[in-house]
């Protein structure tokens, strides 16, 4: 059981660039989370999931995009990369969305812009 | 606003006991989590607390008190493997989780 897998691993790209970060879980969670974690500051949730078909926007989700199109998948885009969105990005999933569900990360993705 | 606030490093000695705190302020409150992350890992669950009082887990505790927007991560036998970053994160009343930016801490032989 792989849990959560992101790819890829890492990446160069240069600015204008676009790009689409995958995620993919095997564990059946309604609930799936981007973030992006910046030396010195938290995690700070870019867009989310609650279900299948749903999207919502979280705390910094300008210059990104996400879609929700089956349970296991939920890419994140970058549209026309610009060095700011360098960073390390996490996808995340919980059996629901609320109190006590505990979110389950991937290895994430460490993206450089350049 | 929304702010989480915890010690930006902390060092202890293998075989003692140290007390990581977090205190915070935000819109709503749904629950408080723990979270363990290695160097260039991903973060892993440790706690929740939702009501006051301490939650005790083998080796580590977790205290809550919401009256006073305070928590702490308290961890026992310090191993040398307990060198890490400890995130604590509120649920806020979107459901979304406001997270700290980690204490990193350093274990001692």
């Known amino acids: 059981i792989a849990g959560i897998t992101q790819a890829p691993t890492s990446q160069i790209l240069a600015a204008g660039r676009r790009m689409t970060l995958r995620c993919t879980q095997d564990?059946?969670?309604?609930?799936m989370y981007w973030y992006r974690q910046d030396l010195g500051l938290g995690l700070r949730l870019i867009h989310y999931?609650?279900?299948?078909?749903?999207?919502g926007k979280g705390e910094v989700p300008d210059g990104y995009s996400v879609s929700r199109a089956n349970t296991d998948d939920f890419p994140l885009t970058l549209a026309s990369a610009v060095p700011s969105q360098t960073s390390v990005y996490f996808c995340a999933s919980s059996a629901g969305q609320g109190s006590s569900y505990e979110q389950y990360f991937g290895p994430g993705t460490r993206l450089t812009v350049t | 606003g929304q702010n989480i606030d915890q010690p930006t490093e902390m060092t202890a000695t293998e075989g003692a006991i140290v007390q990581i705190n977090c205190t915070y302020q935000?819109?709503?409150?749904?629950?408080l989590f723990w979270y363990q992350q290695h160097a260039g890992e991903a973060p892993t669950f440790l706690s929740y607390n939702v009501l006051d009082g301490l939650e005790e887990k083998g080796r580590f505790s977790s205290f809550l008190s919401r009256s006073k927007g305070y928590s702490y991560l308290l961890l026992k036998e310090l191993q040398m493997k307990d060198s890490a970053s400890y995130l604590c994160?509120?649920?806020?009343?979107?459901?979304?989780?406001?997270w700290g930016a980690g204490t990193k801490l350093i274990i001692k032989p």
């Open positions: 935000t819109s709503g409150f749904n629950g």
């Open positions: 564990m059946r969670h309604n609930a």
């Open positions: 994160a509120v649920e806020d009343s979107n459901y979304q989780l406001i």
């Open positions: 999931s609650n279900t299948a078909g749903t999207t």
